[in-house]
T-cell receptor
Framework: EAQVTQNPRYLITVTGKKLTVTCSQNMNHEYMSWYRQDPGLGLRQIYYSMNVEVTDKGDVPEGYKVSRKEKRNFPLILESPSPNQTSLYFC?????????????FGPGTRLTVL | AQKITQTQPGMFVQEKEAVTLDCTYDTSDQSYGLFWYKQPSSGEMIFLIYQGSYDEQNATEGRYSLNFQKARKSANLVISASQLGDSAMYFCAMREGLKGAQKLVFGQGTRLTINP
């Protein structure tokens, strides 16, 4: 089954404790992306990757890091989480940059930073 | 300035009626793409429909169509014969640029409720 998986689905942590949210897709997609969703703000893109070893900033990259060492994986790293990073996070992938091809989203990771 | 504006925070529609969700966008690029996504109460994001800026015909996918008015910079989603399962949050989004940056920008969303 074609899917994007994220782990963990729920995470409560404390300020400053490094964490990684994993994202993996099994569709051999070139393009992967991370978004955060906050009430009243819609989704905002954090980082995206056009291919292995190629990443670029979205609109809200501050406080986040990503890496794309393999095509299927695109982890999101919070080196020193802060309460303003409490949000719902989505990973997504598509064969090419978003266009006519369906973009697949993961189930979401709800992060709470205390 | 907002690049994607959805002016309807919420809409209530009777089942089987058609519904139009508004979306206006702002870009100086000639090449861009417009998208609609659905987010049911379960939380997942579902891609619905795409319109490229050079596409002359309005995009259609089943009961969904995108009313693309380039001069007015609007990309409204039309759902024909609405169903109870259409109740969800709907997001309009735009991708700017054919090459280079491939960012996707979303609107704030419209919550659609279909009444029986």
């Amino acid at each position: 089954e074609a899917q994007v998986t994220q782990n963990p689905r729920y995470l409560i942590t404390v300020t400053g404790k490094k964490l990684t949210v994993t994202c993996s897709q099994n569709m051999n997609h070139e393009y992967m992306s991370w978004y955060r969703q906050d009430p009243g703000l819609g989704l905002r893109q954090i980082y995206y990757s056009m291919n292995v070893e190629v990443t670029d900033k979205g609109d809200v990259p501050e406080g986040y890091k990503v890496s794309r060492k393999e095509k299927r994986n695109f982890p999101l790293i919070l080196e020193s989480p802060s309460p303003n990073q409490t949000s719902l996070y989505f990973c997504a992938s598509s064969p090419t940059p978003p266009g006519a091809d369906t973009q697949y989203f993961g189930p979401g990771t709800r992060l709470t930073v205390l | 300035a907002q690049k994607i504006t959805q002016t309807q925070p919420g809409m209530f529609v009777q089942e089987k009626e058609a519904v139009t969700l508004d979306c206006t966008y702002d870009t100086s690029d000639q090449s861009y793409g417009l998208f609609w996504y659905k987010q049911p109460s379960s939380g997942e994001m579902i891609f619905l429909i795409y319109q490229g800026s050079y596409d002359e015909q309005n995009a259609t996918e089943g009961r969904y169509s995108l009313n693309f008015q380039k001069a007015r910079k609007s990309a409204n989603l039309v759902i024909s014969a609405s169903q109870l399962g259409d109740s969800a949050m709907y997001f309009c989004a735009m991708r700017e640029g054919l090459k280079g940056a491939q960012k996707l920008v979303f609107g704030q969303g419209t919550r659609l409720t279909i009444n029986p």
